[in-house]
């Protein structure tokens, strides 16, 4: 853990050859906050401390406070993190435990779920640690394991989505990836975040050459299987389409499953509107098709999602204007 | 029988919250915004300029006191701290702890000109000769400048859009402003950051292969707007046809289980009826045939939040398709389910959330938009009022001279 800190800077002794150095809001301030007396301190001393340019362990003892009270305190983590790396070169070396770093990110983490810095921060820490060769495999390991922790409490959280991307990628940890979404949309086909992932794991490692036809076939299958479960669910068209544009794959593809969840000619049967979307993209594509293309926008403008109706009336005015 | 009450803006009420935050302190739970606070200044001021009483409700002095305070934020080298919670006085002149911040040059800037500076005092040289200082190699902008040429803070869509409006502001009309012998930024390179960071599904995402998101989405439209890069021939996106479909189907109708804190939630999930989960789980639709209440979301499949309904609309706003929303919907939910009874907006609309800063004002900004009677109209781009706008565009600096 870190050290904790002082009842009161300007009683211990260890902080008391600093002086403190009170923030000057002016006059007239906008948006003056009614600071804690705690937090007014602290930030003194981070300030006087800041001016003196310092990285000694008592660095850590004061932004682990600031951070406590104020996670989005931008510069106090880049100070923190100037000064692990140089405490790590120099003979307090101890003082800077990186694995002590870490654990001290989870506990914010699992608390400040909002929070960009300490994604930023452990992006640092993680590059630190990974100078050392022979314990990268054990720590991509645990990063694996910490993100799924965050996971579990919100399975879309942006900043861990990203930093999950970032790890794979960075340390080419793409084992595994495709059977943790899996994993995941098991629990919950809706979830975007994972469709997204999915893709990034399909398509974010390939070279020049591309994905081969087997993986397509089985892309396809999986989206046929989360459609039949939950056929309005926007997630799995969404990636559907995308799959089929990256491999140059055309829309009519698919005009089959389409027309499962869509019978254009018995509209009492419909039971998902963005398979309707897709069938109006495939059917503008056929000039004797048009009307069909048209009929399915109206269906939806009128019927099956009628939020859109400008949308859909929007769309059925440029197939119009182009016949 | 009493007729249900016509849903309205209780504008009293959001210029009284508004005012509250301006002319005093704001609660300690701000506290974690507090290296932010040009960026709150900015909603304060731009809120009040939408409620069209900044130069009513307040004297001439004290907006005259907000722009010292504002000058006082600038940096001896240009551009503008976050907030005087970094200013390290004497002792820290020049330091890297004390940096310019590219949100909160971009706010201070919004901010002079709502509150009707000419903006003489901004150094316009040195602010634009930071940006190809803070523009990474694949195109991106950081969020601020830490001493030895450190570019820090994350690189997505955010502090893009921020670089680009700093530079439309101080370049001028065609560049007329402060340009002669300034390093432009990489133009192109922004234009292939955007592009990279669009996703499968069409919307803008942080990086590539990132997952779209309607907030980085209005960042990237803005920034293209700004950069004249827009345009349907333009090649700023890979299509309109294909951005118009993820923006339009984040608007999503509203049901009862919205409204449900998280707990809430998971209780009528594991030990309702069956009747009550249905009814949880039902639109409400009106005499037309559509639903009543319909806010957006910022992602596919996420709950509707009230500040999706400015970064989905000032998006569409941009494009010119505004139109091709419902704005009964989203109107009705803007008043109906997140406007507080003490003025603000909330983030949900879940009974009993508080109103925010930054919701309240994206609230306000959304009706606005959508041209809500009682609001002055807001500019989608640069997220100021017209009339503030039009102001910026007519300073003679701005017109036509070279001023050094």
């Known amino acids: 853990m870190n050290q904790p800190p002082p009842d009161s800077y300007a009683l211990d002794p260890s902080w008391t050859d600093l002086v403190p150095l009170p923030q000057d809001d002016g006059e007239h301030p906008l948006a003056q906050i009614a600071y804690t007396e705690e937090y007014s301190e602290a930030m003194s001393y981070l300030r006087a401390i800041m001016a003196k340019n310092e990285y000694t362990p008592r660095v850590l003892q004061v932004t682990a406070h600031i951070i406590e009270m104020n996670p989005a305190h931008y510069t106090v983590w880049l100070y923190r993190a100037k000064t692990l790396l140089s405490l790590l070169q120099s003979d307090d070396g101890a003082a800077a435990d990186l694995g002590r770093e870490l654990r001290f990110l989870n506990d914010l983490a699992l608390r400040h779920q909002k929070n960009y810095q300490i994604w930023n921060h452990r992006q640092t820490v993680v590059e630190a640690m990974a100078a050392a060769p022979e314990l990268v495999g054990q720590m991509v390991r645990e990063e694996k394991q910490f993100t799924n922790a965050m996971f579990r409490r919100d399975g879309k959280n942006y900043h861990v989505w990203s930093y999950r991307q970032w790890l794979v990628r960075r340390f080419a940890a793409w084992a595994g990836e495709v059977e943790f979404v899996d994993g995941l949309l098991a629990a919950d086909v809706r979830n975007n975040s994972a469709w997204n992932h999915r893709y990034f794991v399909i398509f974010g490692q390939q070279g020049e050459e591309g994905v081969g036809d087997e993986v397509v076939e089985r892309e396809v299958r999986v989206v046929e299987d989360a459609v039949f479960i939950a056929p309005q669910n926007a997630s799995a068209w969404n990636y559907l389409r995308g799959l089929l544009g990256k491999v140059g794959r055309p829309l009519s593809s698919v005009e089959g499953l389409c027309l499962t969840y869509a019978p254009l000619d018995n509209p009492d049967a419909i039971t998902s509107s963005h398979a309707l979307d897709l069938l109006a993209d495939i059917y503008a594509g056929r000039k004797e098709e048009r009307a069909k293309a048209i009929k399915a926008l109206e269906l939806l403008a009128a019927r099956y999602d009628p939020i859109r109706a400008n949308y859909w009336n929007y769309r059925a005015g440029i197939i119009k204007a182009a016949a | ?404």
């Open chain 2, 1 to 404: 029988m009493s007729t249900p009450t016509p849903p309205a803006l209780h504008k009293p009420k959001h210029t009284k919250y508004w005012l509250r935050c301006l002319k005093t302190c704001l609660p300690t739970d701000y506290t974690s915004t507090d290296l932010n606070r040009l960026t709150l200044a900015f909603f304060c001021v731009a809120a009040l300029d939408l409620l069209g009483c900044l130069h009513t409700e307040t004297t001439e002095e004290e907006r005259n006191g907000w722009i010292d305070w504002l000058y006082k934020n600038q940096l001896p080298t240009g551009g503008f701290r976050g907030s005087p919670a970094t200013d390290l006085g004497d002792r820290g002149s020049g330091s890297a702890w004390d940096p310019p911040n590219i949100p909160a040059s971009s706010f201070a800037l919004a901010t002079l000109v709502s509150l009707g500076d000419d903006m003489g005092r901004v150094k316009k040289r040195e602010l634009l000769e930071l940006l190809p200082k803070m523009q990474r190699a694949d195109g991106s902008f950081g969020e601020w400048f830490g001493g030895d040429g450190q570019i820090v803070g994350g690189n997505d869509m955010r502090f893009v859009y921020c670089a680009i409006a700093i530079r439309w502001i101080l370049r001028g009309r065609e560049g007329k402003g402060v340009v002669e012998g300034v390093q432009d930024i990489d133009v192109e390179g922004v234009v292939k950051f955007i592009r990279s960071a669009e996703s499968y599904e069409h919307g803008i995402s942080d990086k590539p292969f990132g997952e779209a998101h309607a907030g980085l989405t209005y960042c990237a439209i803005g920034a293209l707007s700004l950069l004249g890069r827009l345009h349907p021939t333009s090649d700023g996106l890979s299509s309109h046809a294909n951005i118009l479909r993820w923006l339009t189907s984040r608007q999503v109708p509203s049901l009862p289980q919205d409204e449900l804190t998280d707990e809430q939630f998971e209780k009528q999930a594991t030990q309702g009826t069956e009747q009550e989960i249905t009814a949880g789980s039902t639109i409400t639709y009106g005499a037309d045939g559509k639903p009543l209440w319909a806010g957006f979301n910022g992602r596919c499949n996420k709950k509707t939040d009230t500040c999706y309904s400015f970064w989905v609309c000032g998006s569409l706003d941009m494009m010119k398709k505004l139109h091709l929303i419902d704005f009964n919907g989203n109107r009705r939910f803007l008043l109906e389910k997140t406007q507080h009874f003490m003025g603000g907006f909330a983030k949900l609309p879940v009974p009993g959330t508080p109103p925010d800063i930054l919701h309240s004002f994206m609230g306000l900004a959304s009706l606005a938009l959508m041209r809500e009677e009682g609001l002055n109209r807001l500019d989608p781009t640069l997220c100021i009022s017209m009339q503030a706008k039009e102001r910026l565009v007519n300073m003679d600096w701005w017109k036509d001279a070279a001023v050094v």
